[in-house]
């Protein structure tokens, strides 16, 4: 017979395998829009603006937004400077505008906080870059 701890797991597994009960039939559950939380950002002074700053504050850092309209240079250049750390390719700077009330930003950084792993989980399809490698000594699979 499992443990309590084990069965619970097992539970947890198998409950989050299927999708959330609505009350209706075949209706899934409305994603809401990640926007809703841009507010909370703000008030938690989580953002971090510009290349410059964003160089400055790389322990600080938990994902880069840049915008679309962001120039094929800067991008890639953003990319190799920030390649440890997830880059999200969303909005455009009249967005930025929008939402942060930062005037021409084109690459955003967010401080680590529980505010900014939920930020990026809602974006995470949005990914541009992949995760650096380890070095082939350090891979324990080999």
Do not use: W
């Amino acid at each position: 017979m499992p443990g309590r701890d084990e069965h619970t797991a097992c539970e947890l597994a198998v409950r989050s395998s299927f999708p959330r009960y609505t009350g209706r039939m075949n209706k899934p559950v409305a994603k809401k829009p990640v926007e809703r939380l841009f507010p909370f950002v703000l008030r938690s002074r989580n953002l971090i603006v510009g290349r410059d700053t964003l160089a400055r504050s790389k322990s600080r850092l938990h994902f880069v937004l840049i915008t679309s309209d962001l120039a094929e240079a800067s991008r890639e250049q953003v990319l190799r400077e920030l390649s440890h750390y997830p880059v999200v390719q969303r909005y455009s700077s009249d967005d930025l505008e929008k939402y942060f009330a930062i005037k021409g930003a084109k690459v955003i950084g967010f401080q680590k906080s529980g505010l900014a792993l939920s930020l990026y989980a809602e974006l995470r399809e949005y990914r541009v870059n992949l995760p650096a490698r380890s070095s082939p000594s350090h891979d324990p699979k080999t």
